[in-house]
């Protein structure tokens, strides 16, 4: 027993260097932590566990009764467990091979069961995936693999009484060596996972941490303010040599090692940058060659380069550097990459509130510039004609005509409170009645209390509009309009009604709260309203329509109750 005990404890020693070794080569490293193998992957690993277990075979060789006591299998069980069932059978047949030249009588069931246990281990790596081999599972997939071997040994091997009499003397040293070095080497790899599980970790709590800090940076676009804070929060979570935010044309924002050539408000200097707009895509350089700075004494070595891109257009990059040829981790990498991703959401969101503002704005000036040209013409024919029979009422209406005019074009404000749109109104309709005389008629009924509510600007005279040209002035003998104000519970409501034309029945549902028009007729300023109702006050907001043909139509407004009482007014006069 000691004769084999020992080579076998030698032969462990030197595995576990190799282990060791084979565990910390970048090719292992890489692959491990793939979820599925390529071709490629799958050679390189079926060289790197056949090797192994061809070593086996060589390592402290004991020769009993014309029989090899060794370490094959475990390299075989090894490529197996982390690789599958191609790599274990591609591993035993590379530990077979030379198994087989050394010859012996056990030679045959040594080559056959190298197949089987590399096929075997690969088959339970199928079934519990390569990170959830435990060390239970490895020190059992040893024990049976090694059964494989005794068992084929005792099946093929001539003489059988000499192959009974060798596995009596190397059946326990060669399992329990072969169960301790697969076992130690699963430990390794469970081992590296768990680093990996923590530093992934650890990423993500950076991750998180950027992002919280970074949450409301970017608001207001990419500026170079907006650009040294983000690359002050990164620098601070990170700890890079340096951290650079770029425009696809200028240095935006550096800290860190460099800084005396990386300068805030330059140009892009680097090769990396440039690749990065040309390419619009992450680039990693590894070497101070493939970083491409001109500046020959700079001490950066290595980087890490993430495009913020919103849609199609590249807006600029964050950029992670390193010295002193530090290596460029792949945790770093998806921690960057994970960061561009955010803050390009972020300004896709900038850009998008910015575009839907601009739109709101848009239409807000279309509204105020909906000053009826009919109007204007047949109210400066009014006053015309004024000027000479009565020249108070004409400066009356040229005053009004002013007021409204100047309200519309200039108001750059957004809400108002009620009595201020009420005087708009009454400037409107005394216009309107010094055309239309006896056939136009107005009553205002609406609580003093309620003239303090805050409503969108131009939301109540669209509605009189309406009224007086599609309902009442095709009449011979006009109408009445009336402006009614009330609340419930926490709503607001204002309707506009006459008693004019009304709407067909048949066209009334084009007037319905979610298709109103917005190409012709009083629909314009009606979709237009119920757009910006929306907008400011999302589902609490809105518009209703009621109306009866030859008996009128009236239009609600609905919206939050907020009255501000500091903004005091009389919506009557």
């Not at 292992?28 to 799958?42: E, Q, V």
């Not at 077979?96 to 096929?119: C, D, K, Q, W």
């Not at 300068?263 to 070497?287: D, E, F, W, Y």
């Not at 550097?321 to 960057?336: M, R, S, V």
Request: charged share 20%; with cysteine; proline share 4%.
């Amino acid at each position: 027993m000691k004769q084999i005990l020992l080579p076998i404890i030698y032969n462990l020693s030197i595995f576990g260097m190799c282990a060791f070794w084979v565990t910390h080569l970048k090719i292992f490293r890489k692959t491990l932590y793939l979820s599925l193998y390529s071709t490629t992957d799958r050679l390189l690993l079926i060289l790197l566990f056949g090797s192994l277990a061809a070593l086996g075979n060589y390592l402290s060789v004991v020769d009993i009764q014309g029989a090899l006591a060794n370490n094959r299998t475990t390299g075989i069980v090894l490529g197996g467990l982390l690789g599958g069932p191609l790599v274990g059978i591609g591993a035993g047949i590379l530990g077979a091979i030379p198994r087989y030249y050394l010859g012996g009588f056990t030679m045959p069931a040594a080559v056959i069961s190298s197949v089987l246990v590399g096929l075997v281990s690969g088959i339970i790596s199928e079934r519990y995936g390569k990170r959830g081999i435990t060390l239970k599972i490895a020190f059992f997939t040893a024990l049976i693999s090694e059964a494989i071997l005794k068992s084929m040994v005792l099946l093929i091997s001539d003489p059988f009484e000499s192959a009974i009499e060798l596995e009596k003397k190397i059946a326990l040293p060669t399992i329990t060596a072969t169960c301790v070095a697969t076992v130690f080497f699963v430990s390794i790899v469970r081992h590296i996972f768990a680093e990996e599980e923590k530093v992934q970790t650890r990423s993500a709590v950076q991750a998180m941490r950027v992002i919280r800090s970074a949450d409301q940076v970017l608001t207001k676009g990419l500026t170079e303010e907006s650009a040294d804070l983000l690359a002050r929060i990164i620098y601070q979570e990170l700890q890079p040599s340096a951290v650079a935010v770029t425009s696809p044309t200028t240095v935006l924002a550096y800290i860190g090692t460099g800084s005396d050539h990386h300068i805030k408000g330059n140009p892009i200097m680097t090769l990396v940058s440039k690749r990065v707009c040309l390419m619009r895509q992450s680039v990693i350089a590894r070497t101070k060659e493939e970083l491409g700075c001109p500046s020959e004494t700079c001490p950066l070595t290595g980087a890490i380069e993430a495009p913020l891109i919103v849609g199609e257009k590249l807006l600029g990059s964050i950029k992670l550097f390193k010295a002193e040829n530090h290596a460029i981790l792949p945790y770093e990498i998806e921690l960057i990459e994970g960061i561009a991703r955010f803050l390009s959401a972020q300004l896709a969101n900038h850009q998008a509130e910015r575009q839907e503002k601009l739109l709101h704005e848009a239409e807000y000036r279309i509204l105020k510039a909906q000053v009826n040209p009919h109007f204007l013409f047949n109210t400066l024919a009014t006053i015309h004609v004024l000027i000479r029979t009565d020249s108070e009422a004409a400066r009356r209406l040229t005053r009004d005509l002013s007021n409204l005019l100047r309200r519309t074009l200039e108001s750059g404000r957004e809400i108002v409170p009620l009595w201020e749109e009420m005087e708009t109104v009454r400037k409107y309709v005394r216009i309107e009645q010094a055309r239309f005389g006896n056939r136009l008629s107005i009553d205002i009924q609406i609580p003093d209390q309620l003239c303090s509510q805050n409503l969108p600007v131009f939301t109540i005279q669209p509605l009189v509009e309406n009224a007086i040209k599609h309902g009442l002035s095709p009449r011979k003998e006009g109408g009445h309009v009336q402006i009614t104000a009330w609340q419930d519970d926490s709503l607001f409501y204002i309707s506009v009604a006459d008693n004019g034309l009304g709407i067909d029945a048949d066209r009334q549902h084009i007037y319905s709260e979610d298709e109103l028009p917005i190409h012709e007729g009083p629909g314009i300023g009606l979709a237009n309203i119920k757009n910006r109702l929306s907008h400011i006050y999302g589902n609490q907001g809105g518009i209703t329509i009621k109306s009866e043909l030859d008996k009128g139509t009236q239009v609600t407004l609905y919206m939050p109750l907020y009255l501000d009482n500091e903004l005091g007014g009389r919506c009557q006069e």
